[in-house]
């Protein structure tokens, strides 16, 4: 005789800024950080959305393709982030103080600057694309479910 299904239902909720992992980072050039979020925007609608010597500066800054232009095509956002709409997204502290020493960074040493760009790589969260809930995938899924079938394994539920 098998053992009767019980069925759990479960509301997870995060008291700080998580990360589960789907191998994919923010592209540099589309997100901005406004008031202790980050703003993950389409790079084209806010293109769009600039006026027509903010497009010509951008795509002079893009022209040049060095390390220092990557710097300032940050900073140019940085001062331009009113315009980016998009996915709100909570970080934490340590994050808004490393963007704000990488745009900060002086344009004059390219080594410290390719250095500082090489250490800013933040890893994204999948979210279902009809209602932007996280989605929760690979380790994370099994861990609750290996931690369930363990708990009724030893009748400890």
């Not at 980050?38 to 500066?57: N, T, V, W």
């Not at 893009?62 to 709409?85: H, M, P, Q, S």
């Amino acid at each position: 005789m098998n053992p009767p299904k019980i069925v759990i239902r479960c509301y997870l909720k995060t008291v700080a800024p998580l990360h589960l992992g789907c191998d994919e980072v923010y592209e540099p050039f589309s997100f901005v950080l406004r008031d202790g979020r980050l703003i993950h925007f389409d790079p084209m609608e806010f293109f769009a959305q600039m006026r027509p010597e903010d497009q010509r500066r951008y795509g002079d800054i893009c022209r040049r393709g060095t390390v220092d232009a990557i710097l300032e095509i940050y900073k140019f956002l940085k001062a331009r982030n009113a315009l980016a709409r998009g996915r709100e997204v909570a970080v934490c502290p340590g994050l808004v103080s490393h963007y704000a020493k990488t745009t900060g960074s002086s344009i004059r040493d390219p080594r410290s600057i390719q250095r500082e760009l090489n250490q800013f790589t933040i890893a994204r969260t999948a979210f279902l694309p009809d209602d932007q809930r996280p989605l929760y995938i690979g380790c994370y899924g099994t861990c609750i479910s290996t931690t369930t079938l363990s708990i009724i394994k030893n009748r400890q539920l």
